[in-house]
Nanobody, 123 residues
Framework: QVSLVESGGELVQAGGSLRLSCAASGTIYSINAMGWYRQAPGKQRELVAL???????NYADSVKGRFTISRDNAKNTVYLQINSLKPEDKAVYYC?????????????????WGQGTQVTVSS
């Protein structure tokens, strides 16, 4: 059974930095795209950053220049470095990944979500 577990969310002052981590575990054959989303209170979940298996990254315009996504394929882990935090960055941050795993029918790719980690920014 595959799962994603995030960590690193906490209360930080505006202007500060934070690094979120998300580790995939279970019987995994390969991990394709990985990404971070966030959901602020009363708002829809939005894409923050995506990274391909080869390391190509894309960002939402609102976080370009402040957020950096990276991954360690050996550890099945994706990171989100957040710098120059703003109050509007306050949200629950979710990890997402497309993971291929063996099943009785052969390899199957599914999309997985983590449980979320809370980032709070004080002004």
């Amino acid at each position: 059974q595959v799962s994603l577990v995030e960590s690193g969310g906490e209360l930080v002052q505006a202007g500060g930095s934070l690094r979120l981590s998300c580790a995939a575990s279970g019987t995994i054959y390969s991990i394709n795209a990985m990404g971070w989303y966030r959901q602020a209170p009363g708002k829809q979940r939005e894409l923050v950053a995506l990274i391909s298996s080869g390391g190509s990254a894309n960002y939402a315009d609102s976080v370009k220049g402040r957020f950096t996504i990276s991954r360690d394929n050996a550890k099945n882990t994706v990171y989100l470095q957040i710098n120059s935090l703003k109050p509007e960055d306050k949200a629950v941050y979710y990890c997402n990944a497309d993971i291929s795993a063996p099943t009785v029918w052969g390899l199957q790719e599914n999309n997985y979500w983590g449980q979320g980690t809370q980032v709070t920014v004080s002004s």
